[in-house]
């Protein structure tokens, strides 16, 4: 690496810089000067560690001995604590995070502008992938905002195997969470404990729909397949033991001295300032907002069901874990009123027009083998217009805004992602915290980055 | 207002009957489509609409989404599509927005939803609508020296050259 990158404070002839130095002649053509972040990155790009550090020294043996110049530190994006390629220009006092400047877009992999070329039931298979610990949560409100547009009614039995289906996804994703979070904070074994039950809900989800990860169940008009013999048994005994399995994390953590003091106070936000930046889920709930879209806007018939929506008092990344630990025994009650008042008939609409025939059908009759060759290579027509869904998913509104234009393929396909939005929070809550609690409160706001960069 | 708007005089919702008596001529055109209900903005008008939604009695706290769809045969071009929901009363609207198509532009509502800031930067970097007030209009999913803007519908899918070619 050439040390005199650092000379120059856009690097010439430093390879990453090349970024920053096209930045600037950018805004230079545009006639403005370096937005905030262009010049954070800039910055960052321009300078190796060691020249940090140097420059650092060389600041405080010149300057006045009181006056304490911030070091910029890059975090990430390959970090084992940003859960996933999240990357942080912080600018370091001491300790102390004066400011930061999140960097994002490492796993950005264009989804939208694919699903603009897919037909809509291609598109399923690729909105799994966008907040990939929720895919269940991602394709309802896919699904529901294409059969909006359609005008459709999905069968009763339907809803309630979506119902179940979310939830158990709300508590594989927690699960998740609880064990990396331990993890970072040093508490390695309640990652043992939580992906051990994760595990038996991925099983679930494999006996379902056949995919332990990226789970494409949830068809528009429905579910693709019902469930499975022994499925209902397994899922019962799922739900009967996870209560007391929720009882040895929180004996592992909630009267943890060492969880306590590192978690009780960091990363707060006022109510009002959450609702400002968009934060949703567990991490707004927290806070003492009651906003919870499966109660302030049920869909799926969520109303039908007796559920508590968790709500904290100080809104620090204790009172979210706490949140996220309850709503998983909720999610649980939730599972089992489903599975005791799931109704009988189809899992799928009966629109040819929409809907894939029985396999079996396809043997025997020929209109069914036409439906479903022109469903499976030409896809269905959806009405022109506009609708937004937004559904509950374990890190908060998940909303698919989808434009059509009458054709078989979404015109524009859109989608709110709550760990985007949510990350939004995560400048103000790190201002004046310790780089420690920096990554306490990365951790509490649960981003999943392929939902952030989509 | 409440969920699935409710229809006051001449058909027209509670919400628009409100916005004409305090703002004469900012909403152009009001649509109702599966439950939903779209308020078309005179783009100029924009930031006085955003202020008066977020105060009472309406009270839209909360800027859920804020996107982009590019019409290229459409005089304004860029849809802008504001999704609006009121924590209080569960209520939401749409609002919609036509940028322009020469020189793209529209006033940033980051001073009244603070969470509008990423919103806007991604469809800056998307669609090359610029934000006028936003304080940080910066490309956030591309590489800050990408060229052109992705999700326009002139943008190819396929074909751009592999980044870091030259580290080969």
């Known amino acids: 690496m050439p040390s005199d990158a650092g000379q120059d404070a856009l690097g010439g002839g430093f390879p990453l810089a090349t970024e920053a130095r096209e930045a600037l002649e950018v805004a230079r053509r545009e006639g403005r000067g370096l937005t905030e972040t262009e010049r954070a990155i800039a910055a960052a790009e321009a300078t190796t560690p060691e020249e940090a550090v140097e420059r650092t020294h060389a600041a405080e043996v010149a300057e006045d001995p009181g006056v304490n ?34 960097v994002i877009g490492y796993l950005h992999t264009g989804i939208e502008k694919q699903c603009e070329n897919k037909t809509y039931w291609q598109g399923i298979t690729l909105v799994t992938r966008m907040d990939y610990l929720a895919p269940y949560s991602n394709t309802h409100a896919y699904c529901m905002a294409a059969e909006r547009l359609l005008g459709m009614e999905i069968p009763e039995r339907a809803r ?76 019962r005994r799922f739900i009967r033991r996870m209560p007391g399995r929720i009882d040895e994390y929180e004996r592992l953590l909630t009267q943890n001295q060492i969880w306590l003091d590192r978690t009780k106070g960091v990363g707060i936000l006022p109510p009002s300032e959450l609702v400002a930046l968009g934060v949703t889920g567990p991490a707004l709930r927290a806070a003492g907002v009651d906003y919870d879209l499966r109660k302030a806007a049920p869909y799926s018939g969520y ?71 022109k469903l499976v290579t030409e896809g269905f027509r959806v009405p022109a217009g506009e609708a937004y869904v937004a559904v509950e998913s374990p890190r908060g509104e998940l909303g698919c ?40 409160i990365i951790g509490s706001l649960d981003n999943v980055m392929g939902g952030v960069d989509r | 207002m409440g969920r699935g708007p409710a229809q ?3 058909g027209l ?16 055109d009001e649509i109702e489509h599966g439950g939903e209900l779209t308020l078309e903005i005179e783009p100029e008008r924009l930031l006085e609409v955003a202020r008066m939604l977020l105060g009472p009695p309406s009270a839209f706290a909360l800027l859920a989404d804020l996107t982009c769809a590019d019409f290229p045969d459409e005089p304004g071009r860029f849809r802008l599509a504001y999704q609006l929901a009121s924590i209080e009363t569960g209520a939401r609207v749409r609002l919609r927005v036509w940028a322009g198509a020469e020189d ?10 603070p969470t509008a800031n990423w919103h806007e930067r991604e469809v800056y970097d998307m669609f090359g609508v610029r934000f006028r007030g936003h304080p940080d209009l910066t490309r956030i999913m591309m590489p ?25």
Not at chain 1, 187 to 214: H, K, P
Not at chain 1, 357 to 362: K, M, T
Not at chain 1, 418 to 439: E, H, K, T
């Open chain 2, 104 to 113: 793209p532009q529209v006033d940033s509502v980051v001073p009244v939803w």
């Open chain 1, 401 to 440: 805004y989808l434009v059509s234009d009458g054709g078989p393929k979404p015109y524009r396909c859109h989608v709110r992602d709550p760990s985007f939005v949510n990350l939004q929070a995560l400048r103000p809550m790190a201002r004046g915290a310790y780089l420690a609690d920096l990554i306490v």
């Open chain 1, 160 to 235: 309630y195997l979506r119902v179940i289906m979310s939830e158990l996804n709300r508590i594989a994703s927690h699960l998740v969470w609880l064990g990396t979070s331990g993890l970072e904070l040093g508490a390695i074994s309640v990652f043992f404990y939580t992906y051990r039950e994760r595990d038996e809900a991925l099983d679930l989800g494999e006996m379902i729909s056949g995919d332990r990860m990226n789970s494409r169940y949830f068809q528009v008009g429905g579910c693709a397949k019902d469930v499975p013999p022994g499925f209902e048994t397994a899922l």
């Open chain 1, 303 to 373: 109303q039908h069901f007796d559920f508590q929506v968790p709500t904290g008092t100080a809104g620090d990344a204790y009172d979210r874990y706490l949140m996220r630990v309850r709503e998983m025994r909720e999610s649980c009650r939730i599972i089992e009123q489903a599975l005791d008042g799931l109704p009988e008939g189809s899992h799928i609409a009966d629109d040819r027009k929409v809907v894939l025939p029985p396999r079996e059908e396809l043997a025997t009759s020929m209109e069914a083998l036409i439906h479903h060759f």
């Open chain 2, 13 to 28: 919702s509670d919400l628009r009957l409100l916005l004409d008596a305090s703002l004469p001529g900012a909403v152009v």
């Open chain 1, 69 to 102: 110049r911030p070091m910029l530190i890059n975090l990430g994006p390959q970090h084992p604590s940003t859960h996933g390629v999240l990357r942080l220009i912080t600018e370091l006092d001491g300790e102390v995070v004066r400011d930061l400047h999140p």
């Open chain 2, 8 to 10: 006051g005089r001449c």
């Open chain 2, 144 to 168: 800050l020296d990408w060229e052109g803007h992705p999700l326009r519908r002139d943008y190819p899918l396929g074909g751009e050259e592999v980044t870091f070619s030259d580290a080969v």
